[in-house]
């Protein structure tokens, strides 16, 4: 857990996020339809993944996303990771991977407070418990759907370099940074850059047992 009085939790964060998140959740919605039709009529439902993550001050908090991989997927193939040419990615969820559609149902996360439209990147609770006091400086922030190691190479970062980024963040935390991280990323997305990293494998992971 983070002191609260070591917290960065500025009032303009949650502010901004309301006035980002609310006009990008309506303007998706078309996009969130098209998309929940297309994996129930491929691999039927669940629809959306749900997967306990860490949040701000070390609490958990239940994230959202398009599912993405076939039902069974933790007993199979890589495991926990997943790479390039997966099998048990679906054709949709390949395709929703690619665009980073996926994780379009985190708008929700953002508009209940859980999230921000800025921050690093959610992370699992055996991720955190591995944190040194320095890494867990990355909590003293909301996590993001997009973040500074998301506009710099994502996956193509390493871990460590992933975690300096998302410290230098919550250190220059401003209205200005954000603004400038939000508008590298449509960029990014259409790029591609990063989705498995330099090894062809992430540690995206899915297992449809918690949905």
């Known amino acids: 857990m983070i002191p609260v009085d070591q917290m960065r939790v500025p009032p303009w964060k949650r502010i901004e996020d309301l006035l980002l998140g609310i006009p990008l959740?309506?303007?998706?919605?078309?996009?969130?339809?098209?998309?929940?039709?297309?994996?129930?009529?491929?691999?039927?439902?669940?629809?959306?993944y749900v997967d306990e993550r860490i949040g701000a001050g070390g609490q958990?908090?239940?994230?959202?996303?398009?599912?993405?991989?076939?039902?069974?997927?933790?007993?199979?193939?890589?495991g926990r990771l997943t790479g390039v040419g997966d099998p048990r990615i679906t054709r949709v969820g390949a395709f929703l991977r690619r665009w980073s559609l996926d994780e379009l149902p985190q708008l929700m996360n953002v508009l209940l407070g859980d999230m921000s439209i800025v921050g690093p990147r959610p992370t699992y609770a055996e991720?955190?418990?591995?944190?040194?006091?320095?890494?867990?400086?990355?909590?003293?922030?909301?996590?993001?759907?997009?973040?500074?190691?998301?506009?710099?190479?994502?996956?193509?970062?390493?871990?460590r370099r992933r975690i300096d980024?998302?410290?230098?963040y919550v250190e220059r935390l401003s209205p200005w940074l954000d603004l400038t991280?939000?508008?590298?990323?449509?960029?990014?997305?259409?790029?591609?850059?990063?989705?498995?990293?330099?090894?062809?494998?992430?540690?995206?992971?899915?297992?449809?047992?918690?949905?």
């Open 25 to 48: 959740a309506i303007v998706a919605l078309p996009v969130l339809a098209l998309v929940g039709l297309a994996v129930v009529t491929e691999t039927g439902t669940p629809i959306l």
């Open 127 to 159: 991720q955190v418990a591995r944190y040194t006091q320095r890494d867990a400086g990355r909590l003293r922030v909301k996590p993001g759907i997009t973040g500074l190691a998301q506009v710099s190479g994502r996956n193509d970062l390493s871990w």
């Open 181 to 211: 991280i939000v508008a590298r990323t449509p960029a990014i997305v259409l790029r591609g850059i990063g989705l498995y990293g330099k090894t062809g494998v992430t540690p995206d992971y899915e297992p449809d047992e918690t949905v």
């Open 60 to 78: 958990p908090f239940r994230a959202f996303k398009f599912r993405t991989m076939v039902k069974g997927a933790v007993g199979h193939g890589l």
């Open 165 to 168: 980024l998302d410290l230098a």
